[in-house]
């Protein structure tokens, strides 16, 4: 029951803010209490993913849920792994540093809180689910708060940037569906099939037995068809990740989206596009997978240099900071395309770490923006003589983002080039090489950044800035603290993740 | 051949790093700012560095120390280690590392007093010396690559210590950026090794390249790809560019870093990678330090600020420790390595403890004559020199002759003349500068007449460092025999072309040093004479000052425009760069977001005419939205608390419908 708890604590909270009468100061503690109780309970259950085999997955709860006829039976079917236990690990971690920053909020307070801890129940439902069609409820559930979120308590575009998130991720949820009504139909009329339909278990277990892959029984037809179906997929996902082209939409969420919104959306929302690709769109169409993986890969190469030269042109310091995160999940791509041990390594471990340190960065740009009323890189300076506290952690923020070795996001670079150069399809070895000039990149937007933001005679007009207070820093230490452990130490977090690793491997690169 | 690693090892660097924690936590609270505490944990990594040495010279030869454990361990079952390794380069590297730590700090703690960060300052220079004792230890190349871009960062944060002054933070960035250009290539080389050796570990690396199974090619490119990282670090051509900037630091911080220890780690890089250079790696290598060595020489001539002078010093003796490598004679680079980081710390010092006496004026117009007023810097300053310039009996003069040997006898005959040239400009541009400095008139009185000679927490370390130049105290045919006598350097030393390697290679006792041709050791004695019986020549009279023309107006202006080189990256490189982002930035807006909008639009149309489907989620999100915004300005109530109940409504219809739309759907079709 530990992990229908998770998932479903914050929707207890959110019904406890609904139904108080207390004021602003109230609905904010009760806010809080909620998101710390599923914190708590998200540690919980990443602590029960360590030391599982291959393929394994604990807190499995298997309840039919809407039981149509035998081949129509949708169930409540959750359980965890360590990818998904180390993402939902990172999702309570982030929700406590969001749900702190969300405190200055004032407006609609309870709406905003509301909305709040609808959004990680959809996050956290989607980790968890193992039934398609679960998923694909909790992947929806997920985008109206966050829909909202952007649309109310958003900047001066605020409207233009809601729409746009909501009809691009609907645009790819689509897509999302269509695949899995092809593979459900496909598989119900397949006599070799004997599993459930929608579980993702069963259905990945085939595809490795199922001669021409889950959609052999339909022949040649299902040879044409399963590209298609794959890319669609890739698409529904690669828009939250998001892979160029589809990439758009984030930086103007993030602009307009208040400060915690913008450390979920980068921290969480994008990794849900990463996981739902090793979850349900890499383990079902391993053969696509190999033959598709050269693009992948030059997708990762685009979104790595594109991403960085694009943010180096940025005035706006959240422009900038998004659009580094379209580079750095471009890491993710690199170290899946490579179907290489250190370049699964690499990409979980840039999932996990890109989390913590974008968190930590939009952060940063809040406190900024809070004291500032904008975020022109050129309007500041030499803010680290007024604000050292701030100044040391902004910067450390930054050094990690590039990839400073002794900080976490040092590991998923190095091992996504290590395994990516290793990478098993032609032309490996050119992207890898030419996605190196992504580090010269990230270190001149970072330290043109640090040089605009913190060094240099102290601008006039940030004369009244105070250095962060301690709610503020309490909000960064939540991340402060991975970054730097897991950035000395990776073991722990390689260690939950390894069944998971090779249990992909096993399945795309045999 | 390996032997256990003695239990005090590993303290060299913790030692220094609780220091370096205690002081950055509890600073504020200690007496001193916590100064003595990290100056005292490097003095005690000293002692035991030297320890450290004495017991690795007890072993046999070829024997080296060597212990590690599991750091981490991939999925597929690959190993990463923490593991530390002592042989003669780890032994040799780590006693200059602390040795002229120690002293760097204690010159400091004079030097940066009443600076508002003072604290700050001294945690960074222990983080340095963490960073470049886990460099210098290692046993794998990963936490190499870790400690090396460590110091990276320390350097960054040094050289921009006063970066109040835009100036310095410019100057710090460029360090960064332009290192880790060339840490790109280090990364392509550590992808090669990586890829055909599935370890990090030095022993597996050179067994791998030993029995290399791929192309030579790819050999080649590994070494050349390793060493390009040392080309930025170590300031090599064509990435020199940011050593002479970095001076913007603090004068103790050129010293320890950008001459003595963190510049020298592309050396130390170059001659522990050794075994893998194939000749062709060697000889790019060898062209890069000859071509560095003098085309820096060159530059260092028409400098007038102390600090450059020994800046571009600093770079062309790089080169020619990198010539050493290149020549097959890593033991010779490592040991200029040796020399150079003791009279260059030296040289570094005294030129801090002028700046210090002329409060903070570095231009060679402002001085003159400071020999009576600052005795011992003098003293200290004239040594050092003698030893750069390599006078006979110093020990620049055994090293330096020792690359040039080697050059010549890897058939090198341009390499060992551009080395040659370079060895007089360098005699000849320091005796311009001392005699600028501290003989003739004062050229500003004023500066002169304030001047006074140093605390003695600065004139200890340069006395220190000043007899350490003394030549006769090295014993150069040990150094070379010992300390690069594992199987390893052996067999490669086997396959190069040197006078010496042979001997190296084989176990046997090595040529005595008296026993190069005549006509090189004559050469060798009075290439430093001459060169400085020109410099006074030009100088003494008094007729010549800082600014005076002393080469053909070509070479001048090549000089004092440094080689074009800032010219071209600042003009054309950069600007590409920046070209490049500003036209992906209007192509991210007008084209890729531009399709995306005219798509928007249109499927906002379809959505107003299409069913409920559309009309609920798209449209209705729409019209919800727009009623927030018009109402965003009112104040909080419970009317609006009413409101948002309607959103939520709206919220779990919307998802209500989608749910029952899929069933729906599933259960249709």
Not at chain 1, 16 to 23: F, Q, R, T
Not at chain 2, 634 to 656: D, E, F, H, K
Request: charged share 10%; aromatic share 14%; net charge neutral.
């Amino acid at each position: 029951m530990l992990l229908t708890f998770t998932i479903f604590a914050p929707l207890v909270g959110m019904i406890a803010v609904l139904l108080s009468k207390g004021d602003a100061k109230q609905i904010r503690g009760i806010g809080m209490t909620f998101t710390l109780i599923t914190a708590v309970l998200c540690t919980l259950v990443a602590a029960q993913c360590f030391g599982l085999g291959q393929d394994e997955y604990t807190l499995v709860k298997d309840y039919s849920w809407i039981h149509v006829s035998s081949d129509l039976d949708i169930r409540y079917h959750i359980g965890v792994d360590g990818l998904s236990g180390m993402l939902i690990f990172l999702t309570g971690l982030l929700a406590v540093c969001a749900g702190i920053a969300s405190l200055r909020i004032d407006q609609n307070v309870k709406g905003y809180w509301a909305m709040f801890l609808l959004l990680h129940v959809g996050v956290l439902g989607t980790f968890a689910s193992l039934d398609m069609f679960l998923f694909y409820v909790f992947w929806e559930i997920m985008l109206l708060p966050m829909y909202f979120l952007i649309g109310i308590w958003g900047g001066p575009r605020r409207m233009y940037a809601a729409i746009k998130f909501f009809l691009y991720t609907l645009a790819g949820s689509i897509l999302l569906l269509a695949g899995i009504l092809v593979v459900y139909f496909t598989l119900t009329s397949d006599g070799n099939f004997t599993g459930n339909a929608l579980s993702i278990v069963d259905i990945t277990n085939y595809a490795k037995t199922a001669p021409g892959g889950i959609l052999g029984s339909l022949g040649a037809m299902g040879a044409t068809l399963a590209p298609w179906i794959f890319a669609g997929m890739f698409i529904a996902f690669a828009v939250k990740v998001p892979v160029f082209p589809f990439h758009t939409w984030l930086p103007d969420a993030h602009v307009e989206a208040p400060t915690p919104i913008s450390v979920i959306l980068a921290g969480i929302l994008l990794k849900l596009g990463a996981y739902g690709m090793l979850r349900i769109n890499f383990p079902f169409f391993p053969g696509v997978f190999e033959n598709a993986a050269f693009w992948i890969g030059l997708l990762g190469l685009i979104n790595i240099v594109y991403g960085a030269f694009v943010a180096m042109a940025q005035t706006d310091f959240k422009k900038m900071i998004a659009y580094s995160s379209v580079s750095h999940m471009g890491f993710v791509l690199l170290g899946f395309a490579a179907m290489t041990s250190e370049g699964m390594t690499g990409a979980i471990m840039q999932i996990f770490n890109h989390g913590t340190i974008s968190g930590l960065l939009f952060l940063m740009v809040g406190v900024v923006y809070e004291r500032a009323h904008h975020r022109d890189l050129n309007r500041f300076g030499g803010l680290m003589w007024k604000m050292p506290v701030f100044g040391t952690i902004a910067s450390m923020a930054m050094f990690a983002s590039l990839g400073l070795p002794s900080l976490s996001g040092f590991w998923g670079e190095m091992f996504t080039f290590l395994g990516s150069y290793k990478g098993g399809y032609d032309g490996a070895k050119v992207i890898t090489l030419l996605a190196l000039i992504g580090l010269v990149l990230t270190a001149v937007y970072y330290l043109r950044a640090i040089q605009k933001v913190l060094l240099g005679k102290l601008n006039p007009a940030c004369e009244n800035f105070a250095d962060i207070s301690k709610t503020e820093l309490w909000s960064m230490l939540p991340l402060i603290v991975p970054t730097i452990v897991f950035g000395v130490w990776p073991g722990p977090l390689i260690d939950i993740f390894a069944p998971f690793v090779n249990g992909i491997l096993a399945q795309i690169a045999p | 051949m390996e032997q256990a690693l003695p239990a005090y090892v590993p303290w060299i660097i913790f030692l220094p790093a609780i220091a370096g924690l205690i002081q950055q936590f509890m600073g504020k609270k200690l007496p001193r700012q916590g100064d003595i505490l990290v100056i005292g944990a490097m003095a005690g990594s000293l002692a035991l560095s030297v320890a450290m040495l004495f017991g690795w010279m007890a072993l046999e030869p070829g024997q080296f120390f060597h212990a590690k454990m599991t750091w981490f361990t991939l999925p597929n079952g690959t190993e990463f280690y923490l593991g530390i390794m002592v042989d003669g380069l780890t032994a040799a590297l780590s006693i200059v590392v602390t040795l002229v730590a120690t002293l760097v700090f204690l010159f400091s703690s004079a030097y940066m007093k009443g600076d508002a960060n003072y604290e700050r300052f001294f945690f960074w220079l222990s983080f340095f010396g963490v960073a470049m004792l886990i460099l210098t230890l290692a046993d794998n190349l990963l936490m190499l690559f870790i400690g090396w871009e460590l110091v990276g960062l320390c350097s960054y944060k040094l050289i921009g210590f006063w970066s109040q002054d835009l100036a310095n933070a410019e100057a710090a960035k460029k360090a960064f950026i332009t290192t880790r250009i060339g840490d790109v290539g280090m990364m392509v080389g550590i992808l090669i090794l990586y890829n055909v050796t599935g370890s990090l570990q030095f022993d597996a690396i050179y067994a791998a390249a030993a029995n290399w199974e791929g192309s030579t090619g790819l050999l080649t490119m590994a070494g050349i790809g390793i060493f390009l990282g040392a080309v930025g670090k170590s300031a090599q051509f064509p990435l020199q560019v940011w050593l002479p900037d970095a001076m913007a630091g603090p004068t103790p911080v050129s010293a320890l870093i950008h001459a003595a220890t963190m510049v020298a780690a592309g050396v130390y890089l170059a001659a522990r990678m050794f075994p893998i250079f194939t000749p062709d790696a060697l000889g790019y290598i060898a062209a890069t330090g000859a071509v560095t060595a003098f085309g820096a020489a060159i530059i260092a001539v028409v400098q007038t600020d102390i600090k450059k002078v020994l800046a571009y010093s600093t770079i062309s003796q790089l080169g020619y420790m990198m010539i050493g490598v290149g020549c097959g004679a890593p033991w010779a680079g490592m040991f200029h390595l040796v020399t150079h980081a003791f009279f260059k710390a030296c040289l570094f010092l005294g030129s801090g403890s002028v700046i210090y006496a002329m409060h903070h004026a570095q231009d060679l117009k402002d001085m003159g004559g400071l020999r009576k007023k600052m005795p011992i810097t003098f003293a200290t300053f004239l040594v050092a020199t003698f030893a750069l310039a390599g006078l006979p009996f110093m020990s620049g003069f055994y090293s330096k002759d020792a690359i040039l040997y080697a050059a010549l006898g890897d058939h090198s005959y341009w390499i060992f003349g551009f080395g040659f040239a370079a060895a007089f400009l360098t005699a000849f541009y320091m005796t311009r500068m001392v005699w600028l400095c501290f003989f003739g008139e004062p050229r500003n009185q004023e500066k002169y007449d304030h001047a006074k000679e140093s605390p003695w927490q600065m004139t200890l370390p340069l006395v220190v460092l000043a007899v350490l130049s003394i030549g006769v105290i090295y014993n150069q045919t040990h150094f070379a025999d010992t300390f690069f006598r594992t199987p390893a350097y052996q067999e490669q030393f086997a396959k190069t072309d040197s006078n010496e390697n042979a001997y190296w290679a084989a176990d046997a006792e090595p040529p005595a040093h008296h026993d190069h041709e005549t006509w090189f050791t004559m050469l060798a004695w009075t290439l430093g004479p001459a060169g400085i019986g020109l410099g006074l020549l030009l100088y003494a009279r008094g007729k010549r000052n800082e600014k005076s023309r002393v080469m053909p107006q070509a070479m001048q202006s090549y000089a004092e425009n440094l080689a074009y080189m800032d010219d071209l990256y600042l003009g054309a490189v950069v600007p590409g760069f920046d070209r490049t982002a500003e036209s992906a930035r209007w192509t991210d807006e007008n084209i890729v977001d531009g399709l995306v909008n005219v798509t928007g639009r249109g499927g906002l149309l379809v959505g107003d005419i299409s069913g409920d489907f559309d009309q609920v989620v798209v449209d209705g999100a729409v019209t919800l939205s727009a009623d927030v915004a018009q109402g965003a300005g009112a104040v909080v109530s419970t009317a609006q608390t009413g409101r948002i109940r309607n959103y939520l409504a709206g919220a779990i219809g919307a998802t209500a419908v989608v749910i029952v739309g899929v069933i729906f759907a599933l259960w249709i079709l």
